[in-house]
C-alpha cells in the first residue's frame, strides 16, 4: 500500500516535535522561576516606589526592580495578604509538572489555587486591618484582602452575617487546599497525637534536669558531761 504525502508529512512532524515530558518539564522550571520572583517582589515590595521610580537614576529596594514592584502592587491590591500564598502555589503546580503527566490534573489544581488564593483573601479581609510587609510593615489599611477578598468577604456577610461568612469561607478555604495539595485532614487528626509527643519529648529534652543536692550527713553530738 503506497504512502502518501499527507501521512509522510505527518510522521516527519511527529519525529520533529519534542516528546511531551520536555513540554511538561519546559513549563515546570518556568512556573518555579516565576514563583521565586513572585515571592522576592512581594517581601521586597515598598509602597510607592513605582510612583517614585520616574526618576533619572532609579534606587529601588525592590529584589526585583520595577518589574517586581508592579507585580508586588497588583497582587496586593487584588488579593492583599493573600498574595503570599501565590508564589507558594506556583511553585507546588511546577513540581507537579515533573511528577504528574495527566492535563486534567494539572488543571484542576490551577483551579483549585485560584479559588483558595480568592477564599484565603476573604478570610484575611474579615480577620485582619492591613497587609503585612516585611519591608513596610502594615500597609493598604482597610484592604487586607484586596479587592477580591473584599467583594466576596462583604457580599457573603451581607447575606450571612459574620458567623456564616466565616464558616463557609473556612470551608471553601479547606475544599481547596484539599484539591491544591496532596494532604488529607483525616491523616493529619491521626497523626496529631504523634507529633505532641514527639514535640513534647523534644522540649523535655531542652530542659535541663534539677541535680538533686543531698543533705550533708551530720556529725554525732558528744554526749555533755555533769
Not at 86 to 94: H, I, K, S
Not at 148 to 168: C, D, Q
Request: glycine letters at 10%.
Amino acid at each position: 500500500m503506497a504512502v502518501t504525502p499527507s501521512a509522510k508529512r505527518g510522521e516527519a512532524r511527529r519525529a520533529a516535535s519534542p516528546p511531551s515530558h520536555i513540554k511538561r518539564e519546559v513549563i515546570g522550571v518556568v512556573l518555579i522561576a516565576l514563583s521565586l520572583l513572585t515571592l522576592l517582589s512581594l517581601v521586597s515590595f515598598v509602597p510607592y516606589e513605582l510612583k517614585s521610580a520616574a526618576a533619572a537614576s532609579p534606587s529601588g529596594r525592590n529584589m526585583v526592580g520595577l518589574v517586581g514592584d508592579f507585580f508586588g502592587l497588583t497582587l496586593f491590591s487584588l488579593i492583599g495578604g493573600a498574595a503570599y500564598l501565590f508564589p507558594v502555589l506556583l511553585g507546588l503546580m511546577g513540581i507537579r509538572c515533573f511528577t504528574q503527566s495527566d492535563l486534567s490534573i494539572r488543571l484542576r489544581n490551577a483551579g483549585a489555587s485560584l479559588a483558595a488564593l480568592l477564599f484565603l483573601s476573604g478570610l484575611l479581609h474579615l480577620e485582619i486591618t492591613a497587609v503585612p510587609t516585611l519591608s513596610s510593615g502594615f500597609i493598604y489599611r482597610g484592604m487586607a484582602g484586596g479587592l477580591f477578598g473584599r467583594v466576596l468577604a462583604e457580599g457573603l456577610r451581607t447575606y450571612f452575617a459574620s458567623t456564616g461568612a466565616h464558616i463557609l469561607i473556612m470551608a471553601g478555604l479547606l475544599i481547596s487546599l484539599l484539591f491544591t495539595t496532596p494532604i488529607s485532614l483525616s491523616e493529619i487528626a491521626l497523626k496529631l497525637p504523634v507529633w505532641g509527643r514527639a514535640v513534647f519529648a523534644q522540649v523535655r529534652g531542652w530542659i535541663p534536669e534539677r541535680s538533686v543536692v543531698e543533705p550533708a550527713p551530720e556529725s554525732p553530738k558528744k554526749a555533755t558531761r555533769k
